[in-house]
């Protein structure tokens, strides 16, 4: 069971240039999120999704956009980057049981650096 | 004002101590996680609370409603201990988000 993967690891862009982060799961989850991580910071909700064709913004949602035509899968694309988006990208995936009781999985994360 | 304070925010142990991370939030919640987050990156979900006490091995969590607190505690701590804590909870509001508020982590290193 691969759980959620994320692609790619590293990634380096130079300012202006666009990329879409990959992330499936095989769990059948229905949640999924996309998050940042800066240093010293705790993680911040970009967009989330409740399920196929529904995204939704989260707390920094400014510079992306998200897609959720199946299931399984969750791009994040980033347009026009800039220096303010170079951080670790981490998308995670739940399932939405009773309160209390889903878990989350993450992926291992996108380290990207725009220069 | 952090919705979820952790505190040690670093935190360095002999191994074999027994360590604490406490966790404190501000807001209704119907489940807390605690995470582990190795050097290289990747987040692991160790437990998810809404009441009580939970085990795992030398890893216990256990979270107080009432006082929006929870602790994150680790018996006969070990070298490969070493990693960053994260609490996280989910807020208790009626929505369909499923999205988790994060604390800053605690930078736990045990020396042998």
């Known amino acids: 069971n691969a759980g959620v993967t994320q692609t790619p690891k590293f990634r380096i862009l130079k300012i202006g240039q666009s990329m879409t982060l990959q992330c499936t799961q095989d769990m059948n989850h229905n949640y999924m999120y996309w998050y940042r991580q800066d240093p010293g910071m705790g993680l911040k909700l970009i967009y989330y999704?409740?399920?196929?064709?529904?995204?939704d913004k989260g707390e920094v949602p400014n510079g992306y956009n998200v897609s959720r035509s199946t299931t399984e899968d969750f791009p994040l694309r980033l347009e026009l980057a800039a220096p303010s988006q170079t951080s670790v990208y981490f998308c995670?995936?739940?399932?939405?049981?009773?309160?209390?009781?889903?878990?989350?999985?993450f992926g291992s994360g996108t380290r990207l650096t725009v220069v | 004002k952090n919705e979820v304070e952790q505190s040690p925010q670093n935190l360095t142990a002999q191994e074999g101590e027994f360590i604490t991370i406490n966790c404190s939030y501000s807001v209704g919640i119907s489940a807390l996680h605690w995470l582990q987050q190795h050097p290289g990156g990747g987040i692991v979900s160790l437990f998810m609370?809404?009441?009580g006490k939970k085990k795992h091995g030398r890893l216990i969590a256990t979270i107080n409603i009432q006082e929006k607190h929870s602790s994150l505690h680790i018996t006969a701590s070990h070298p490969r201990d070493s990693a960053v804590y994260i609490c996280a909870v989910r807020m208790n509001y009626g929505g369909s988000q499923g999205n988790l508020i994060f604390g800053k982590g605690t930078k736990l290193s045990v020396k042998p």
């Open positions: 995670a995936s739940s399932y939405s049981g009773a309160p209390g009781t889903y878990g989350y999985t």
């Open positions: 609370l809404s009441s």
């Open positions: 999704s409740v399920g196929a064709g529904i995204t």
